[in-house]
C-alpha cells in the first residue's frame, strides 16, 4: 500500500485524534514530519505505607508473599524522592514539538487484592502523571503488574481502554490498539494477552508508515536474563514459536522500531534478519537505588549478548528452581545482533523522530545533561 492510502485510511480511522489542545489533521499538507515524544519505562506506582494500596493483599505461597512485600517496600522508598525528581525531569524533556508521553507497561505495582482498589491505584497514577506531564496525551501499554492481583485483569481491562480512548480522541475497546502520529504507525501489544489475527489486522491497516513503531511491556526480541522466555511469544510450544517466529517475519520486513520496558534496564539491540530488521529499545524508569541514577553501561558489544543466561544457569530462583537452559533461544538472534548496549540505569527519555533519523536521549535519574545518545535510524 502507498503512503496516500495510509494517509487516507488514517483520516478515516483516526479523525478527531487529540493532540494537547491541538487536533491534528491527517492530510498530506500537514504532516507531522519532525517531532517528539517523552519515554518512560516500568515506574511501578505505589505510595507509603503500603496499607494505602496492599491493604487486602493476601498471597499464600510464602516466599512469593515475601518477595512481593520487598517490592512494596522498595516502591515505596523510590517514589518518597527519586521517582518524583525523575517525573519531574521527565515533564521538563517537554517541548513545543513534543506530541505526547508513552509509559511502556508496569505503570502501578498491582497486588491490590481488591479490584476496587487496583481501578483507584491506576486512576491515581494516571491523573498524576497528566497533572505533572502539562497534560499531554499520555499512552501506557498493558504490562504483567498492571494486571497483577485478584480480578486486577478484569479491573485493568474495565478502566484502562476507556481512559486511553479519552487521551486518543477515538475509540478504544482493546488492550491491543494502533493509531498514528502523522505518517508515523504506533502498534501497541498486549504481550500478557495478544490478539494474533487483530494485531495483523492492525500491521495491514498501517501498511506504507514512514517509520512503524511496535510498543510493547514484554520484548519483541528476547531479552539476556535468567528466565528469557517472559517476551511476546516467548513460549516453547510449537503455537508459540511459529507466532514468534511469524511476527519477527513480519516486524522485520517492515524495519520496525521496538519500544519496550518489563527488564528494567536501558538497552538497544539491532537485529537483522528475515529480510529485514527490528531495532528494540527497552526503557527503565524503576529507580531503586541511588547508584541507577548514573549512567554506566555493562555491555556494548553483540557478543556480550547472552552472558547473563549463562551466568543465570547455576543459580536457583526464589522458588528454589533452577533456570532452565535457553541458549538455543538467545543464540537464534545473536548472529543477527548489529547493535547491543545494555546499562541496569534508570531515568525518562526524550524520542526525536524525523525523516531522516529516529534517536533516543536518556536522562539518568534527574540528570540535567544527557546521559547517552542512542541512534536507532
Given at each position: 500500500?502507498?503512503?496516500?492510502?495510509?494517509?487516507?485510511?488514517?483520516?478515516?480511522?483516526?479523525?478527531?485524534?487529540?493532540?494537547?489542545?491541538?487536533?491534528?489533521?491527517?492530510?498530506?499538507?500537514?504532516?507531522?514530519?519532525?517531532?517528539?515524544?517523552?519515554?518512560?519505562?516500568?515506574?511501578?506506582?505505589?505510595?507509603?505505607?503500603?496499607?494505602?494500596?496492599?491493604?487486602?493483599?493476601?498471597?499464600?505461597?510464602?516466599?512469593?508473599?515475601?518477595?512481593?512485600?520487598?517490592?512494596?517496600?522498595?516502591?515505596?522508598?523510590?517514589?518518597?524522592?527519586?521517582?518524583?525528581?525523575?517525573?519531574?525531569?521527565?515533564?521538563?524533556?517537554?517541548?513545543?514539538?513534543?506530541?505526547?508521553?508513552?509509559?511502556?507497561?508496569?505503570?502501578?505495582?498491582?497486588?491490590?487484592?481488591?479490584?476496587?482498589?487496583?481501578?483507584?491505584?491506576?486512576?491515581?497514577?494516571?491523573?498524576?502523571?497528566?497533572?505533572?506531564?502539562?497534560?499531554?496525551?499520555?499512552?501506557?501499554?498493558?504490562?504483567?503488574?498492571?494486571?497483577?492481583?485478584?480480578?486486577?485483569?478484569?479491573?485493568?481491562?474495565?478502566?484502562?481502554?476507556?481512559?486511553?480512548?479519552?487521551?486518543?480522541?477515538?475509540?478504544?475497546?482493546?488492550?491491543?490498539?494502533?493509531?498514528?502520529?502523522?505518517?508515523?504507525?504506533?502498534?501497541?501489544?498486549?504481550?500478557?494477552?495478544?490478539?494474533?489475527?487483530?494485531?495483523?489486522?492492525?500491521?495491514?491497516?498501517?501498511?506504507?508508515?514512514?517509520?512503524?513503531?511496535?510498543?510493547?511491556?514484554?520484548?519483541?526480541?528476547?531479552?539476556?536474563?535468567?528466565?528469557?522466555?517472559?517476551?511476546?511469544?516467548?513460549?516453547?510450544?510449537?503455537?508459540?514459536?511459529?507466532?514468534?517466529?511469524?511476527?519477527?517475519?513480519?516486524?522485520?520486513?517492515?524495519?520496525?522500531?521496538?519500544?519496550?520496558?518489563?527488564?528494567?534496564?536501558?538497552?538497544?539491540?539491532?537485529?537483522?534478519?528475515?529480510?529485514?530488521?527490528?531495532?528494540?529499545?527497552?526503557?527503565?524508569?524503576?529507580?531503586?537505588?541511588?547508584?541507577?541514577?548514573?549512567?554506566?553501561?555493562?555491555?556494548?558489544?553483540?557478543?556480550?549478548?547472552?552472558?547473563?543466561?549463562?551466568?543465570?544457569?547455576?543459580?536457583?530462583?526464589?522458588?528454589?528452581?533452577?533456570?532452565?537452559?535457553?541458549?538455543?533461544?538467545?543464540?537464534?538472534?545473536k548472529l543477527g545482533l548489529k547493535t547491543y548496549i545494555r546499562s541496569t540505569s534508570a531515568g525518562s527519555y526524550k524520542m526525536n523522530v524525523s525523516d531522516r533519523h529516529v534517536t533516543i536521549d536518556f536522562y539518568a535519574g534527574n540528570s540535567q545533561k544527557i546521559s547517552k545518545h542512542f541512534v536507532l535510524r
Amino acid at each position: 500500500m502507498k503512503r496516500r492510502a495510509f494517509l487516507t485510511i488514517s483520516a478515516t480511522s483516526l479523525a478527531g485524534l487529540a493532540f494537547g489542545n491541538r487536533l491534528s489533521s491527517f492530510s498530506e499538507s500537514n504532516l507531522e514530519k519532525k517531532y517528539s515524544i517523552v519515554l518512560l519505562g516500568d515506574t511501578h506506582f505505589d505510595t507509603e505505607p503500603a496499607s494505602v494500596y496492599h491493604a487486602d493483599y493476601n498471597e499464600p505461597v510464602e516466599w512469593l508473599n515475601r518477595v512481593q512485600r520487598a517490592e512494596f517496600a522498595r516502591n515505596g522508598e523510590m517514589w518518597r524522592e527519586r521517582c518524583p525528581l525523575l517525573l519531574k525531569r521527565a515533564a521538563q524533556l517537554i517541548g513545543s514539538d513534543t506530541k505526547m508521553v508513552f509509559q511502556l507497561g508496569d505503570l502501578i505495582q498491582g497486588d491490590c487484592g481488591n479490584p476496587e482498589v487496583h481501578k483507584k491505584m491506576l486512576e491515581d497514577v494516571m491523573n498524576r502523571f497528566k497533572s505533572e506531564l502539562h497534560g499531554l496525551p499520555f499512552v501506557t501499554v498493558t504490562g504483567n503488574h498492571d494486571i497483577r492481583g485478584t480480578n486486577a485483569k478484569e479491573a485493568y481491562h474495565a478502566y484502562m481502554p476507556e481512559r486511553m480512548s479519552e487521551e486518543l480522541g477515538k475509540s478504544i475497546t482493546h488492550t491491543n490498539f494502533f493509531f498514528t502520529i502523522g505518517d508515523d504507525a504506533y502498534i501497541v501489544l498486549d504481550f500478557n494477552d495478544p490478539d494474533d489475527t487483530l494485531i495483523d489486522q492492525m500491521l495491514k491497516e498501517c501498511e506504507g508508515a514512514r517509520h512503524t513503531f511496535v510498543l510493547t511491556h514484554g520484548p519483541v526480541l528476547p531479552y539476556d536474563g535468567g528466565s528469557c522466555r517472559w517476551f511476546f511469544h516467548g513460549g516453547k510450544s510449537a503455537e508459540e514459536t511459529a507466532a514468534r517466529r511469524h511476527f519477527r517475519k513480519v516486524f522485520a520486513q517492515r524495519n520496525a522500531l521496538c519500544i519496550c520496558g518489563h527488564i528494567h534496564t536501558t538497552e538497544l539491540a539491532d537485529w537483522y534478519g528475515d529480510g529485514g530488521r527490528i531495532t528494540q529499545m527497552t526503557v527503565n524508569s524503576v529507580w531503586s537505588k541511588p547508584e541507577l541514577g548514573t549512567y554506566s553501561c555493562t555491555s556494548d558489544q553483540p557478543r556480550d549478548y547472552g552472558d547473563i543466561h549463562e551466568m543465570a544457569k547455576s543459580k536457583k530462583k526464589e522458588d528454589g528452581s533452577k533456570y532452565e537452559d535457553d541458549s538455543g533461544l538467545l543464540n537464534e538472534y545473536k548472529l543477527g545482533l548489529k547493535t547491543y548496549i545494555r546499562s541496569t540505569s534508570a531515568g525518562s527519555y526524550k524520542m526525536n523522530v524525523s525523516d531522516r533519523h529516529v534517536t533516543i536521549d536518556f536522562y539518568a535519574g534527574n540528570s540535567q545533561k544527557i546521559s547517552k545518545h542512542f541512534v536507532l535510524r
